[in-house]
Every structure is written in structure tokens, then in C-alpha cells.
């Protein structure tokens, strides 16, 4: 594999599926916690108003409900850790790049620095599934 197909097919690829994650995973987080904080402030809400208490009860349930259910997810699925790796993995692979393109930091005065970028982008992708395989390992 050439330097050009190695940055191209694994490194800007590492980077576009990272940060697709990262932001995927940010969404679902700020949405979840939306959701959660505006049923939680309307319950109060509903509760000090007067009408059907049937009609009122099934409402503050089903509210109630869903905040237990979002807030469920939201710790189960782990949106926020995950958004962090993933954009955290994405910028240091951007980061590595820009380094080896400059000929800067680890790569400065090397006679083939590719040979040095090659196990370093490894690494710091297996570090992300080494991660990533310890939280599949503790939710099981």
C-alpha cells in the first residue's frame, strides 16, 4: 500500500467514520437530555393545574414514562462517553495527519517517516477498539 492509499483509504477513512459517530452519538445525546429536562419541567406544570384527574393522571404518566425511559436509554447507550471518544479518535487521527504532511514532531528529520505514521494511526485505532470491546465486555 502506497503512502497516498494508506492516508486516503485508512486514515481520512478512520477520520470521516469517526467523526460521523461522534456526531451521530452528540445528537442523540443533546436530544435525549432535551427531551428529558422539557418533560421534566412540564410536570409540575401539569400537576398544579386543575382538570379531569383522570385525563391528568394518565398524562403525568405517560411523562413521567418517557423521562424514565429517555433517562434509560441515555445511560444505557452512553451517548455523551461515546461522542467523546469518537470525536476525540477522530481529531488525534486529524492531528497525526497534519503532523506527518508537515514533516513536524515525531516525523521531523526521519528518513522514512512513513514507516513511523503507519503503526502510530494503528495504534490509536486499536486503542479505540481495545476500548470499545472492554465497554462491549462490561455490559454483557
Known amino acids: 500500500m502506497t503512502q497516498e492509499e494508506f492516508l486516503k483509504e485508512r486514515v481520512d477513512d478512520q477520520i470521516k467514520w469517526y467523526s460521523q459517530r461522534a456526531t451521530t452519538n452528540k445528537n442523540c445525546h443533546t436530544w435525549s437530555k432535551s427531551l428529558i429536562i422539557g418533560f421534566s419541567a412540564i410536570i409540575p406544570l401539569i400537576a398544579g393545574i386543575e382538570f379531569n384527574t383522570v385525563a391528568k393522571n394518565f398524562l403525568l404518566g405517560i411523562l ?68 470499545w470491546s472492554q465497554y462491549i465486555s462490561k455490559e454483557s
Open 64 to 131: 413521567g414514562t418517557l423521562v424514565a425511559i429517555l433517562s434509560g436509554l441515555s445511560g444505557l447507550l452512553k451517548f455523551q462517553e461515546k461522542w467523546t471518544e469518537y470525536r476525540t479518535t477522530s481529531e488525534t487521527l486529524k492531528h497525526e495527519k497534519i503532523l506527518f504532511q508537515t514533516q513536524t514532531g515525531p516525523y521531523d528529520n526521519e528518513s522514512d517517516p512513513f514507516k513511523i505514521l503507519v503503526p502510530r494511526i494503528e495504534n490509536l485505532i486499536s486503542k479505540e477498539h481495545s476500548a
